[in-house]
């Protein structure tokens, strides 16, 4: 809920749930530091007093503000901004709810009951994971994220007021007498020799959640950054826990390591080629490679959970393990890889520490063959990623990797007209031929054939002096149709993109128009200009805006819509390019026009022989002129034909469901 509210302050990009994740992962490390810290304190008094406090802060602090979440004061460090948003935002609340399970166990396992202890680690993942299937299927279809955050409040005081009544119920249940009514055993990990246990449980927990944020990226990096996609791998990965810790027997290593072994070279497959695929079909794909290697690193975990005296520690342990590899994953990674190769990381340390695991075995017989089999799959696996690297990456001319995604310039000569190419993430962002002669002509989506370039070759021919806004720079292929006298604004987010269309595309510099390049998010820019300027009074707006193949969805809801009607002059052109190999915007396109009351024009341009991409445009305007104009009669519908549903999103109520393609 928390990360779909500030998504739009981010530049709606799947980095933001990535950042949500290590916040989530650093504050249940601290508060699981919290109970250990408590556990040891002499009295359960003690112990009960102050957790009690800490209950009834919380409480106080609801209920949840949005205001005190979203912002728009954004730095260049949004890893930063994002954890220091939600530390002010929800951090007490959630250090309280982190804390609550392990102390409750904790407790509990020094009762009649202690033999069930950890299976309440399995039971709370298991209420874990049904709350993460309602908010995309239920909470956020139906309710706005205003009436999200009130619900959460009452549910948070209701648990906070169920949690006093449990430590009430243990007071009154205690021996008044006694100054320390449960004596816990001693630790049987104080030895040096139990380190190795500490170190194998932190490995597998940060392994784990590795290849969690890991998938995450993946699956989100083509299709845009939404709630399903964002809870389905982690509903898989806590399934796994839950699987493990209800009963040991489910983690068969024989079985497990052996599907490893396979779905090793799918998850390679994917790597490389996963755009290929259908949505369902990656998505399926993606979800059985994370759940069989995270069986095997919590079924390891769950074989050697220690006894009840060293509970809390065993949870410290695991909960740091993930929040190291959530800060490899978000941020180390991000410094150290120019593409997503912490998952090709997290394949291989299963495979390594599955050998580790069994290698050190301290009771029964060493299976030798299993760790032959490991050996044989990480070396075939590691053999054929750097085949298909090769192969992949050797057009490669230049490649970075930010907080908003993973960027490659490409030469491509091995086909008829040899062009340049700059992909995000796995998609074409545009084109420019590596031999031309005068101006390079737009390619790809942005051909003169298409929706885009009739409409401003069309505009060109009223006159010049026109002003231009376009959301989304690419290659600045735009810039093509500017001419003297024509100011064409940019407005982009990713700092890399900019810098590659000046260093490696010539669209900007040869554009007989003025060009401008504002970075940042552009629903940010233009807000802050038109409250500090007034109406930029564009001729032509147009929304051009993805990250891969995702288009962010805070500008495309009626708030967005606003602010590009407050910029637009009178007679403007708004644009929209919504070619999508995952989501069928029309519907969206059909709410854009009723809020409006513009007219319509859906422009489906074809691939060709000279050119791959298939370009779908949408333009809205009240110009009659245009509208009437034979070249748009030609090549262009009203919007009514092609889409009949009728979908208005906001920035408090939208959901993608309804619009992917299955």
């Known amino acids: 809920m928390v990360a779909k509210i500030i998504l739009p302050y981010f530049g709606g990009g799947s980095a933001v749930w990535t950042a949500c994740m290590l916040f989530y992962q650093s504050l249940l490390l601290v508060g699981y530091l919290y109970s250990f810290c408590i556990s040891k304190l002499k009295s359960v008094y003690q112990q009960l007093a102050v957790h009690g406090l800490l209950l009834v802060v919380g409480m106080v602090l609801m209920p949840l503000s949005l205001e005190s979440i979203a912002t728009t004061e954004i730095s260049t460090q949004p890893f930063v901004d994002i954890f220091t948003l939600l530390l002010l935002g929800i951090g007490a609340p959630y250090f309280v709810l982190s804390a609550t399970a392990p102390l409750l166990q904790y407790w509990l396992s020094h009762s009649v009951k202690s033999a069930q202890a950890y299976r309440l680690y399995s039971v709370s993942n298991i209420a874990a994971m049904m709350a993460l299937f309602c908010y995309p299927l239920i909470i956020e279809y139906n309710l706005t994220l205003s009436m999200q955050a009130w619900m959460w409040s009452g549910l948070y005081i209701a648990f906070s007021l169920f949690n006093l009544s449990c430590l009430y119920q243990v007071y009154r249940n205690m021996d008044k007498t006694a100054a320390r009514p449960v004596q816990p055993e001693q630790s049987k990990l104080a030895s040096g020799a139990n380190v190795i246990r500490c170190v194998k449980w932190f490995l597998l927990s940060a392994t784990g959640v590795i290849l969690l944020i890991a998938t995450t990226n993946n699956l989100t990096l083509n299709v845009p950054p939404i709630p399903f996609l964002w809870t389905l791998p982690l509903a898989l990965y806590l399934l796994t826990y839950i699987l493990c810790f209800f009963d040991e027997r489910v983690y068969l290593k024989w079985y497990w390591n052996l599907m490893f072994t396979v779905v090793s070279l799918v998850a390679l497959f994917l790597f490389f080629i996963g755009s290929q695929f259908a949505i369902t079909a990656q998505i399926c794909l993606y979800l059985v490679v994370l759940f069989v290697a995270c069986i095997i690193c919590h079924g390891e975990i769950a074989k050697s959970k220690p006894g009840n005296e060293d509970m809390t520690l065993f949870y410290l342990v695991l909960a740091a393990g993930g929040c190291a ?14 593409q997503y190769y912490e998952y090709i990381v997290g394949i291989c340390l299963v495979f390594a520490l599955s050998v580790a695991m069994e290698w050190q075995k301290q009771q029964g017989k060493v299976e030798r063959k299993l760790i032959y089999l490991n050996v044989a799959g990480c070396l075939v696996f590691v053999s054929l990623f750097y085949l298909m ?6 057009y490669n001319i230049y490649e970075s990797r930010n907080f908003f995604g993973i960027i490659q310039v490409k030469d491509i000569v091995n086909i008829d007209n040899p062009q340049r190419r700059l992909i995000d993430g796995y998609t074409s962002h545009g084109a420019q031929a590596l031999d031309y002669q005068g101006k390079p002509r737009p390619l790809s989506y942005y051909r003169p054939e298409t929706g885009i370039g009739i409409m401003l070759n069309l505009m060109a021919d009223n006159g010049s002096g026109n002003k231009v806004g376009i959301i989304g720079l690419g290659v600045g292929a735009l810039a093509y149709y500017g001419q003297a006298d024509d100011e064409f604004v940019f407005y982009e987010l990713n700092p890399d993109v900019e810098y590659v269309a000046n260093s490696y595309f010539d669209y900007l510099t040869s554009s007989a128009a003025t060009i401008t390049v504002h970075s940042g998010d552009a629903r940010v820019s233009l807000a802050n200009e038109y409250q500090e300027n007034g109406t930029q009074g564009f001729d032509m707006l147009i929304v051009d805006a993805f990250s891969s193949d995702s288009i962010p969805q805070h500008l495309l809801t009626t708030e967005a819509l606003t602010l590009y009607e407050q910029h637009l002059a009178a007679n403007g052109v708004l644009a929209f390019h919504i070619s999508n ?17 513009l007219q319509s024009r859906y422009f489906k341009t074809s691939d060709s022989a000279t050119d791959a991409d298939q370009a779908e445009w949408v333009i809205f305007t009240s110009n009659m002129d245009y509208l009437a104009a034979p070249q748009v009669n030609n090549k262009s519908v009203p919007l009514q034909e092609v889409s ?5 999103w906001s920035d408090s109520h939208s959901s993608l469901l309804s619009v992917i393609k299955l």
């Open 325 to 338: 590899g959530s800060v490899f994953a978000s941020i180390l990674a991000t410094e150290l890889f120019t």
């Open 581 to 597: 190999s995952y989501l069928d915007l029309r519907a969206i396109m059909s709410g854009i026009e009723m809020q409006s009351g």
């Open 644 to 648: 009949q549903n009728v979908i208005q």
């Open 389 to 394: 690297q090769s192969q992949f990456n050797k």
